[in-house]
């Protein structure tokens, strides 16, 4: 897909620090020589990969991407579970957080910037769908009324 747009799958500074990437936001400075043989070829300074998922393999490396994709497979999966929960319409809304980012990701940078309304709208939803199914497992118990006479709750 990212051949028929243009660009190049591919970008071989990732394999010289696969497993920790070159550090955050570390690889793109004007310090860096990697950096600078790119603006050299392109003929302008590129401020990032133009892909999430390159973004994220330059930035924290294997283990850093590795982390992200767990992240979105667990809220994308919560999000799942919350549609059988009465809050729907945060399931959908998480849902298509997921479906965004994933979208987004394939032309810019996704989850690495951590002010991004994306971002925060990505973990926010995650954490109240997790909250929400949460809330529908646990049991419902009906309510005990106090008998004063004996101490003692009475189930009705």
């Given at each position: ?7 190049d ?15 955050y ?12 043989v ?5 003929h ?7 892909n ?54 394939t ?5 690495i ?11 926010i939803?995650?954490?109240?769908c997790?909250?929400?199914v ?12 106090w008998?004063?006479s ?7």
């Amino acid at each position: 897909m990212l051949e028929i747009m243009g660009k190049d799958p591919t970008l071989p500074y990732i394999y010289q620090r696969p497993w920790l990437g070159w550090g955050y936001v570390a690889f793109w400075s004007t310090t860096n020589p990697a950096a600078m043989v790119i603006v050299e070829e392109l003929h302008w300074f590129a401020p990032q990969a133009h892909n999430g998922l390159l973004e994220m393999l330059l930035h924290v490396g294997l283990f850093g991407t590795a982390f992200f994709v767990f992240l979105w497979a667990r809220t994308f999966w919560l999000s799942l579970r919350c549609m059988y929960t009465p809050e729907k319409a945060l399931a959908i809304t998480s849902l298509l957080s997921c479906v965004g980012i994933i979208l987004v990701g394939t032309s810019e940078t996704v989850l690495i910037v951590p002010f991004e309304a994306s971002t925060s709208v990505f973990f926010i939803t995650g954490l109240f769908c997790e909250r929400a199914v949460r809330a529908a497992r646990r049991p419902r118990y009906p309510a005990a009324r106090w008998d004063v006479s004996r101490s003692v709750p009475v189930r009705t």
